[in-house]
């Protein structure tokens, strides 16, 4: 780069020297001007000029092929030992006399080096931060054996040598049991479609708002909420297809999040089976010896059945995860010769056993053991918690309704059901709003909550008079706009109320078509989409509800 310099400072005393020779030699021939003539002047001034033009020209060639003959070798010699101190005005005018630089085959040889000792500089530093930990404890790797000989664990061996397994075996083993017992995997388990579905959730929201800024014109769209007078429904093939039950089917349920339905009957035969609506297949049965059963419901959580018998002061508990089958003999503090009816708390914590002589056992779900017992005057019929699990309606045989505090087991209301000459079925909405009374002489009367917590003798908002025959079953669907009322006494004695009309819908069931018979239990799946009748012959009758687009 100082040579570089040099060349740079010698080429701009040339061009001074030049530039002064130049003016002289117009000073000479300005001073001679008064002998020549003005054409000869002009003449020789562009003669001159043109010949220190060509000058500059020839010793700027000579300079610029002596710059471009330093090879980058030397340059770089050069700024090792001079250093880089030159001004930004010498760089500036070297680059234009230098012009762009083209590069050797050495050079580029250089070039490649360099990179390639960047690459293995990168290499090191990787190989810096993946080196292995200073100091391991071997205690962490070491995996823990877990007897399987332990009598909840003896179903999950598949030989007698698998005494012991390790942890990640056994937690194998559990979701292989797990994903058998419903069907597969979940859609609730699988996290990838979730947060796929979650993905393309959002991505069709955006397009959605995209196109709604694209449009123009009118915007109001017909009502998500169900219409009343025509349900529109199709009938499946009953839930139970695979296995009808021998005698009457006493009990129908979705499962709580899993597409799965129970069945459960007189034959003593607990049944699971998938719902897609067109095979139903079959995914698991078990069989309680000398148990026919009179009810049968799904844990909160979805993992447990609990069944109560006919004849008996037992009750069992099929644990779905584990695969065992396990016996609640007589629960101590109740003196019950019979336990039949039960209702579960929707938060999971209670499990409530009605009595005889108006006895209420609240129980605890988590150990079935006795909590507390209740009374109320005469005999309760039927009982039911509210959502939020903070209280108890129970109905009695005299036609009273007692409202009981949970946390403090107190009686906290008490109502008449107008005109009830017999409490027969009780039940409160999904959301809190509607409490249902079915009595023998076949009305259903509907209450608000408000009126059934302050008022004795509360006016119901609708009284449902279509049955003509005791009213034993009432259930509301998820999203409170339908409630179905029944009857076990009498064939095709079913109604579905439009609840916000507080209509009957009028193409259910079908007219002369023998089809339900006579009605034991009803469902609604978890949002909607199916309803399900448990009948005397053996079947879950399944039916789609085309205005909820899912399960």
Known sequence: MRGLAAVAGRERGVVKASRMKVAKKVSKVTKAGKMMKPKRTAKRLLVVANQAAAAEAARRARHLKALSCVSGAERELEELVFGDSLNGEEDELLRRLAGPRRVTAAEGKDLQEESSDSGVEN???????????AWVDEDDEAEENVNMTHKYRKDLMKSDAE???????????????????????????????????????????????????????????????LPRGILKMST?????????????????????????????????????????????PKIQSIYLESFPIYK??????????IATGTHHSMFFVYDMMAGSIIPIPKVRGVEEKFLRNFEL?????????????????????????????????GRCTASAFTPDSSKIYSYSKEGEVFIWDVRSRKSLHKFEDEGSLEGKCIAVSKNNQYVACGSSSGVVNLYTTDACLKENRPKPVKAIMNLVTSATCVTFNPTTEILAVASRDTDEAVKLVHLPSYTVFSNFPLFRKKQIYLTQSMDFSPRSGYFSIANNKGKALLFRLKHYSFF
């Open 163 to 225: 005494t012991k397994l390790t942890k990640k075996k056994l937690k194998k083993r559990l979701e292989e049991q797990f994903q058998q017992a419903m069907g597969g995997v979940p859609a609730w388990a699988d996290l990838e479609n979730r947060k796929t579905s979650k993905r393309t959730l959002s991505d069709s929201d955006s397009d959605e708002d995209d196109d709604l800024l694209r449009r123009t014109g009118n915007f109001i769209t017909s009502s998500e909420s």
């Open 345 to 377: 708390s929707p938060d999971g914590s209670f499990m409530l056993l009605i009595g005889n002589s108006g006895y209420l056992h609240l129980l605890s779900m988590k150990t079935k053991e006795l909590i507390s017992t209740m009374k109320v005057n």
């Open 123 to 133: 290499e090191a530093k990787r190989d810096l931060l993946l080196k292995n930990p």
């Open 296 to 305: 049968a419901h799904f844990s909160v959580d979805g993992e447990q059945v």
């Open 236 to 280: 499946c093939l009953p839930a139970n297809q695979e296995r009808f039950a021998n005698g009457k089917l006493v009990t129908v349920q979705f499962h709580p999040s899993a597409q799965v339905v129970m069945t459960a009957g007189h034959d003593r035969s607990v049944s699971l089976f998938q719902v897609d609506g067109i095979k139903n």
